[in-house]
């Protein structure tokens, strides 16, 4: 075994010598080192690279940008919603919608197609009332007309009455 000195001198000198190195790229290859090529400082950039490298970390708004804070977004949606209600009322125009029920209609079949013309707002409603009243088999076939707004009362008594 003590034949082989050089054998092992050289063994352990290069693993060391690896050792040594792989510590190195460990320290070279971390994020706190120090890289090779320098960060290019503020005053070497541009605006373009200084909004780019900025947007990484915050909200790059432009100079002349209007910036809303939630206070003043509320305001401005409750002063157009009143401006639309404003225009709604001053255009009241009375809609008149027309709808055919052919025989052996369900009251399913019918809600579907009151409410995709937009006379009741909730079908689940309709079909809970018609259940309720037990008027499911006493809808009567043939056209039958909504004025304006109808209250699901109005509907349920125009679509069982002649």
């Known amino acids: 075994m003590f034949n082989n000195k050089p054998l092992l001198y050289g063994l352990g000198s290069g693993l ?5 190195l792989l510590q190195l790229m460990n320290v070279a290859a971390a994020p706190g080192g120090k890289s090779a090529v320098p960060a290019p400082t503020l005053e070497d950039m541009d605006s373009n690279q ?4 900025a947007s990484k970390y915050f909200v790059v708004n ?3 940008a209007q910036i809303y ?6 305001d401005l949606i409750q002063q157009r919603l009143k401006e639309e209600a404003a225009k709604q009322q001053g255009s009241s125009v009375i809609r008149e919608t027309y709808i055919y029920i052919s025989e052996g209609q369900t009251s399913f079949q019918v809600a579907d197609m009151l409410l ?3 006379v009741v ?3 689940k409603a309709f079909e809970d009332e018609m259940n309720k009243r037990k008027m499911n088999g006493k809808i009567v076939a043939g056209t039958h007309v909504f004025k304006g707004p ?5 509907v349920i008594a125009n679509i069982t009455s002649k």
């Open 121 to 123: 707002t909730d079908k």
């Open 16 to 20: 060391i010598a690896g050792a040594i």
């Open 50 to 53: 200084i909004r780019q490298v």
């Open 69 to 74: 804070n939630q206070k003043q977004v509320d």
């Open 62 to 64: 432009d100079k002349n």
């Open 150 to 154: 109808a209250d699901l009362d109005g």
């Open 116 to 118: 995709q013309s937009g």
